[in-house]
């Protein structure tokens, strides 16, 4: 992992299972769905972080706000100062949007669990179902970080722009227009399918190997690289929700080091709901048409 752009921001397993006990140290396990992960058995120590209600304002379709924040930090006993290690489930999505939301209202020390809940547990380590409390702490709020997130209005501005590049991290079949959703999630209602004009589909799956841990680093680089993501060049990321985009963020910024990369959190969900905004699909024959 030293080869990477910020090594620091990545964790084994084995270094994990040495700190379980370090007071500087909140372990955060990041779940879409608590009842078949956390709720199931956990790292000794780890607190649950529960995507849909702790990291998302439902009311607004927002993340949470700046005090919404600064409550989910006091109530896990969490300084600015105290160092945040995360996984979860889902491959370490939900924990790389925490991640990203977090660095935006600007806590310094997050790392991630490189091969996340899945490799800690293929490894057979300690998993407890006992819930840690935390004496409350205070938690300062601070201004949020500008240019890691993206919104409708910047992407519609920077479509056909040389010096920027879209990376569509959804599947091939979800780029294509083929389906909206994949069939084992839940969709969040796209009227239309297919994908922004000018983005590269380069599926998230790809930054990672068969145990969920990092490519090395000169295998993302040419992954990137070689489809027109390069360093240069303003990067946004998009899927559907967030999730799989925040995921190939992180990738981006601190395993490569990309200087400008944000992630457009409202993704498909937004874009395909959205009147107007272009998107592109592969044209069909209409039903009936007779080949020319």
Known sequence: MTDYAHPEVLVSTEWLAQHLEDPAVRILEVDWDP????????????ALV?????INDT??????SRDQFVSLMERLGVTPQTTLVLYGDMRNWFAAFAFWTFRIYGHRDIRLVNGGRR??????????????????????AQEPTAGLRQFLPG???ILGRSDHGLVD???????????SAPPEYQNEGARRSGHIPGAVNIPWAQAIQEDDTFKPVEQLRELYQSRGVTP???IVTYCRIGERSS???FVLTYLLGYPRVANYDGSWSEWGNSVGVPVEKPATEAPGSVPA
């Open 247 to 249: 995921h190939t963020w």
């Open 232 to 234: 240069d060049k303003t």
């Open 50 to 54: 529960d995507w849909q209600k702790d």
């Open 155 to 157: 992407v519609l501005d």
């Open 169 to 179: 991290v959804r599947s091939p079949a979800e780029f294509s227009g083929a389906i």
């Open 119 to 140: 490799k800690w547990f293929e490894e057979d380590r300690p998993v407890t179902e006992a819930v840690p409390v935390f004496p409350a702490a205070t938690y300062p």
């Open 59 to 64: 009311v607004r379709r927002d993340i949470l």
């Open 35 to 46: 009842a078949s992960a956390y709720e199931l058995g956990h790292l000794p120590g780890a």
